[in-house]
């Protein structure tokens, strides 16, 4: 049992994206998971389907205890607190572009280009069971969705101030539903206060 808090989201959320510098296009040739050519962040072979952390990266998502996300050299086998991301091919492609075999951060499948930074979407959903201060089991979800903006302005207003970050990124939804007032996701009850217009992933995807 565990006390659930939106930071839990935003560490699993950094995993997949690299640091915020000016992005460079280069040409890409593209190699598929199927040769057996790419590597994960850690430098195991991926293959296709899920992998034993809950990593599909052909599919474009995680599906496994939140305490696999940074794929420890032991895998958790249980736990209470269970999560989903998914990303755009923009955001993680699930083909390589260089040398080293990673998997290609700002792909664009149409131009055969790639930037090396994380563009496009990314959604965390996080639930799990949290125990309150008397003891009780309580079970809450929390929901994210992640975006990439660019820069901040050099001068004058950014239009992104209050939902940035990680430089180059904003929070665009965010929803949680806790029975317990706060105490659980250290946000009172239902959460919805960083809606933003568009929300929908087709204004955010190449």
Avoid at 17 to 25: E, G, K, L, N, R
Avoid at 32 to 42: A, L, P, T, W
Avoid at 76 to 96: H, P, Q, Y
Avoid at 177 to 199: F, I, K
Wanted: proline residues 4%; neutral net charge.
């Amino acid at each position: 049992m565990r006390r659930l808090t939106v930071g839990l989201l935003v560490v699993a959320a950094s995993l997949l994206f690299v640091q915020a510098v000016a992005a460079q296009t280069a040409v890409c040739v593209p190699v598929k998971i199927q040769s057996g050519g790419v590597m994960d962040s850690v430098g195991n072979s991926v293959t296709l389907g899920y992998d034993k952390y809950g990593y599909n990266y052909q599919a474009h998502m995680f599906n496994g205890l939140y305490d696999n996300y940074a794929r420890p050299t032991n895998v958790v086998e249980t736990g209470a607190v269970k999560l989903m991301m998914k990303w755009s091919d923009d955001w993680l492609a699930n083909v390589s572009c260089t040398p080293d075999g990673k998997l290609a951060r700002g792909y664009d499948a149409k131009a055969r280009t790639f930037t090396g930074i994380s563009q496009g979407w990314l959604t965390n959903h996080m639930e799990g069971d949290c125990e309150t201060s008397d003891g009780d089991s309580v079970h809450v979800t929390y929901f994210v969705k992640i975006v990439y903006v660019g820069p901040a302005p050099s001068s004058g207003t950014d239009p992104w101030a209050g939902k940035r970050i990680w430089g180059v990124y904003a929070v665009i939804e965010e929803v949680g539903e806790d029975p317990t007032d706060g105490v659980c996701l250290a946000q009172r009850g239902l959460h919805r206060g960083s809606l933003v217009n568009p929300a929908g992933f087709g204004f955010w995807t190449k």
